[in-house]
């Protein structure tokens, strides 16, 4: 008599088994590891969008009230006039009326929330605009996702926000990229 060759039944429901084990155990490692490997892809691009966000506000004067033409007098001193000037008061900070991104003249123009897909983003914060009008992109899918709020405060010698003019802005801005993080940066405007 000869021995039959292949698998039982429980042999086969055996090794099923195991192989189902296997591939769950295999998806539950691999899976989060394919969702975190575009982590740096987002965190390349984040940095990108700050840096050139605060390279566009850091070169606008300190203050409306400073000579945003040449430099040759800064708020808070008379004006080639001889006429005194004053720097915005930290309560008024923020874009003047009938500003847009392309005529900002001074860092505080830019608070506010800054978004690419859907306003709502924003949440509580003041809507400034849509990121691809403070960019000048022609495409909101260069930056679809991300979300941009940007704070300006005076700050005093001990470097926490001030309530009172003081020569130096503190220009914080946030990038969110949603579910791939959050990632500030902070500079610093002095009034020279």
């Given at each position: ?11 086969s ?7 189902g ?12 590891q ?13 940095a990108h969008?700050?840096?050139s ?9 300190f203050?409306?009230?400073s000579?945003?033409q040449?430099?040759?007098?800064r708020?808070g001193?008379?004006?080639?006039q ?10 008024s ?5 009938g ?5 900002f003249?001074?860092?505080d ?8 897909d859907?306003?709502s ?6 809507v400034?605009?849509r990121?691809?009008?403070l ?6 899918s ?8 940007i ?10 926000v001030?309530?009172?003019i ?12 949603g ?8 500079a ?5």
């Amino acid at each position: 008599m000869r021995k039959p060759n292949g698998f039982t039944l429980v042999e086969s429901i055996m090794a099923m088994i195991l192989i189902g084990f296997a591939m769950v155990t295999l998806i539950s490692f691999l899976y989060p590891q394919v969702e975190r490997s575009a982590t740096p892809h987002y965190q390349m691009r984040a940095a990108h969008l700050q840096q050139s966000i605060m390279s566009r506000i850091l070169s606008r004067a300190f203050d409306e009230q400073s000579d945003v033409q040449g430099g040759q007098y800064r708020c808070g001193e008379n004006n080639l006039q001889g006429e005194a000037t004053t720097c915005t008061a930290p309560a008024s900070l923020g874009k003047e009326s009938g500003e847009s991104a392309d005529t900002f003249n001074d860092v505080d123009d830019y608070i506010g929330c800054w978004w690419s897909d859907n306003a709502s983003d924003c949440g509580a914060t003041t809507v400034a605009g849509r990121l691809t009008d403070l960019l000048d992109m022609s495409s909101a899918s260069e930056y679809a996702h991300f979300t941009v709020f940007i704070s300006v405060n005076y700050v005093g010698s001990s470097g926490n926000v001030s309530s009172t003019i003081t020569d130096l802005k503190r220009i914080q801005l946030n990038v969110d990229a949603g579910n791939y993080g959050s990632y500030p940066l902070v500079a610093f405007r002095g009034n020279y």
